[in-house]
């Protein structure tokens, strides 16, 4: 994949917007460098050093500026990205798209990278060059219990979504659950949906309640397309919890099924059901009042 020249414009563009006239010399003059030096040293001393010149302030895109970023890239939303994940993503598409020295010098940042080095470049790679063959890196990054850094790839990421073979996407689905991270914010999530991870699902339910522990109420949302007499029996459990939000997602789970079953226990409850017309109880609204809590 050729990175697309306003791809980089768009990321320079947010910067400049957002940084004094300083940094963005600084910026303007490690670009001309790492494009005219044959050695990776230029790069990765900027790589490095962008930390100096750049906070971990969240950027602020428009509507606008959203549109734009996922018409570059589809899915591409750096909106939760801070200015120095930002600029090490722009400092990254400075370098020779050469495939063999390009990936000999990502390779060695990933390695090397610190916490926010590598949050930066596996956040970045919907925008990076040779998808396919960063796939292992990416699936490798999962295995992390740095909340930084899964989130880097499972929240606000198509990438998992577009390039992951099911079990591996099964695989992240389920750390997000086990790490309580918001389902809402994982792209792809009901269109990649599947009865394997619809049964791991329900399997780690049942584990949380004979442990005596809560259930993330955003887990019922992986049923849905397969809501069957076993797993409404475990929606009625849900239901019959004094915890509004289990009984929310169990209502909302019954009224998106189109098994008849469901569909008439969700009736019991018109109250909820009117929520869910109005637009008050969504997976979103659930996943963030969950996140809330926790």
């Not at 549109?67 to 722009?90: C, E, I, M, N, Y």
């Not at 610190?114 to 890196?137: G, K, N, S, T, V």
């Not at 569909?263 to 996140?291: C, H, R």
Request: glycine share 2%; proline share 6%.
């Amino acid at each position: 994949m050729e990175t697309p020249k306003n791809l980089t414009s768009f990321l320079h563009q947010i910067l400049e917007n957002s940084s004094e006239k300083s940094t963005g010399d600084w910026l303007k003059t490690q670009a001309e460098k790492i494009h005219s030096e044959s050695s990776p040293t230029k790069f990765f001393l900027a790589f490095s050093q962008a930390s100096r010149y750049f906070k971990k302030l969240p950027i602020n895109l428009s509507e606008d500026q959203k549109k734009q970023a996922s018409d570059l890239v589809p899915g591409f939303d750096p909106s939760h990205w801070d200015l120095l994940q930002t600029a090490r993503s722009f400092l990254l598409l400075q370098f020779p798209q050469e495939k063999e020295k390009w990936f000999a010098v990502v390779n060695q940042l990933f390695e090397t990278g610190d916490m926010h080095e590598q949050q930066a470049l596996y956040a970045a790679l919907p925008i990076m060059p040779f998808p396919e063959e960063l796939l292992p890196r990416a699936i490798d990054g999962c295995r992390t219990n740095m909340t930084v850094i899964f989130d880097a790839i499972a929240l606000n990421n198509p990438f998992p979504a577009t390039y992951f073979p099911e079990a591996n996407w099964n695989q992240l689905v389920l750390k997000a659950v086990f790490m309580q991270r918001p389902l809402y914010r994982i792209q792809g999530l009901e269109e990649r949906r599947n009865l394997p991870l619809a049964n791991i699902a329900a399997d780690f339910a049942h584990e949380r309640w004979a442990a005596g522990r809560p259930v993330m109420a955003e887990i019922w949302r992986l049923i849905v397309p397969f809501l069957n007499e076993k797993f409404l029996d475990d929606l009625k459990k849900a239901i019959s919890s004094e915890d509004l939000l289990q009984i929310k997602a169990a209502v909302l789970a019954c009224t998106q099924s189109d098994y008849t079953p469901a569909k008439d226990l969700a009736n019991s409850y018109p109250e909820i059901q009117q929520q869910i017309e109005s637009g008050a109880v969504t997976w979103e609204e659930i996943g963030i009042e969950f996140q809330t809590s926790v």
